[in-house]
């Protein structure tokens, strides 16, 4: 008997199968959920090596791009050196060399700014802990002389949380045998971390190598998978995400170095103490965007105050400057890095913060602007879509002030003491937008 995979009761059959397996997954997804967490989990922690260098080769490449394309190329134009196989392996192999030493000497800057500036500096606040104290309950009593009964509840009540601390580090020493196993548990870990990362950054490498490759073998298993226009519209989805997400990632640690930078800078004109250990953390949080000028700004200038607390004009010359900067990031900086890379306004940028920032942490709260960027592009796109199916404007200016839409057309709301006809745009034929759309082509921006 031949066998017919068109017959109907073969359709039925994987019918049937397919609901069958989409019922028995979702109740283990909704009932079973840890074995599922489980399960991802330990692929993930099997993947981590592949993972990183995945990761890696993402934001290495537009260094790698740089390097070939206006150092490289150039180079060898100027010496009259003929396209080639030979030219192009060069090049890619200088280009990723370049690009893997800029790596690895930004991770040792990094190290070394750690052990040789950062770790003393959390060393010297731990160390003169008690004093910090001793001058803030002095900055305490000195400011409340006048209202002796409110600064002895104030500083009894910052002498009881001093001794708190000091009993958590008394505490801590006792528990030797349990500290030198967390200890020795973290080395192990930090250890493991370190494997995954340099063999993470080796696939790296054979990932930048191939990676024009890698991108043919996507785009040819989308035309296999896919009819011809959907495979155009993943292509040009993924293209658009990726836009968004290199646009916006690079921009954003590009503007928080310079930022770091111009810290480091004004702190240490200022006199203000621990100037590296502060300018670092408000770069470090600048990549949050929208909050994390403030997240950066508030415990460092709190860290000043606490350093010396019978000057407080230090912590008020410092905010000052950290709201300047600020500012100078937020209106210059900021724009001329970034543009307008992710199509957000104020409220969505603050809305995707809190959001992914609650499901994902600080990671969130990086990554959670371009992605929402990406789902409200997504969105825009197919109600675009619908509403140029039913001949309806894509402004939304015009419906500002629509009241009501028929066949006959769009018509607006009419304020009090005007008739209809006084009203702008008062109506607006649905055979009218077809033309106007092809007139604002490209100028139909949603706002």
């Known amino acids: 008997m031949k066998f017919n995979k068109d017959s109907k009761y073969i359709r039925w059959g994987l019918t049937a199968f397919a609901v069958i397996a989409g019922g028995i997954t979702f109740y283990y997804f909704i009932f079973h959920s840890t074995n599922i967490k489980l399960g991802v989990g330990r692929i993930l922690d099997i993947l981590k090596p592949v993972l990183f260098g995945l990761a890696t080769a993402y934001l290495l490449t537009p260094v790698l791009n740089f390097v070939e394309n206006k150092v490289l190329t150039p180079l060898l134009d100027k010496c009259s050196i003929k396209r080639s196989r030979r030219r192009r392996v060069f ?8 690009t893997a030493f800029l790596f690895v000497e930004l991770i040792y800057m990094l190290v070394s700014m750690l052990i040789s500036q950062i770790i003393p500096s959390v060393q010297g606040i731990i160390d003169n802990f008690d004093s910090y104290s001793s001058n803030v309950t002095a900055w305490i009593e000195q400011t409340l002389e006048d209202n002796p009964e409110i600064g002895s509840y104030v500083t009894k009540t910052f002498d009881q949380m001093e001794d708190q601390i000091n009993d958590l580090i008394k505490n ?4 030797t045998a349990s500290l030198i196993k967390t200890v ?22 054979y990932v930048l190598a191939n990676k024009e490759r890698f991108a043919a073998q996507a785009k040819k298993s989308a035309y296999a998978l896919f009819e011809q226009d959907t495979a155009n519209i993943v292509i040009r989805n993924f293209r658009f995400t990726h836009r968004t997400f290199i646009g916006f990632l690079s921009g954003k640690v590009l503007d928080s170095i310079i930022i770091g930078i111009l810290c480091f800078v004004g702190t240490s004109l200022m ?14 949080t600048n990549i949050i965007p929208f909050f994390g000028p403030f997240l950066g700004a508030i415990p460092s200038t709190v860290l000043i105050f606490v350093v010396d607390p019978m000057h407080p004009l230090n912590c008020v010359y410092f905010a000052l400057f950290a709201l300047a900067l600020q500012q100078f990031d937020g209106n210059i900086l900021g724009p001329k890095i970034l543009g307008n890379s992710t199509g957000l306004t104020g409220f969505w940028v ?26 409200y592009a997504a969105v825009r796109a197919f109600v675009n879509t619908k509403l140029d199916k039913k001949h309806l404007p894509k402004d939304t200016n015009q419906y500002e002030s629509v009241e009501y839409i028929d066949e006959k057309g769009i018509h607006p709301m009419v304020p009090e003491g005007k008739s209809a006809r006084q009203v702008n745009g008062f109506h607006i034929n649905r055979g009218e937008v077809r033309s106007r759309d092809k007139k604002t082509k490209g100028d139909d921006k949603d706002k």
């Open 91 to 98: 090049i890619r192999g200088t280009g990723i060399l370049i």
């Open 184 to 205: 020795s548990l973290s080395v192990i870990s930090v250890i493991d971390v370190l494997w995954d990362f340099i063999i993470g950054f080796i696939i790296s490498i």
């Open 172 to 175: 801590i020493l006792p528990n």
């Open 350 to 375: 603050i809305f995707a913060i809190t959001f992914f920032g609650g499901l994902l942490g600080v990671f969130g709260m990086i990554v959670g602007v371009p992605i929402f960027a990406v789902i």
């Open 271 to 284: 006199g203000t103490p621990y100037a590296m250990l502060i300018s670092v953390i408000i770069g470090c």
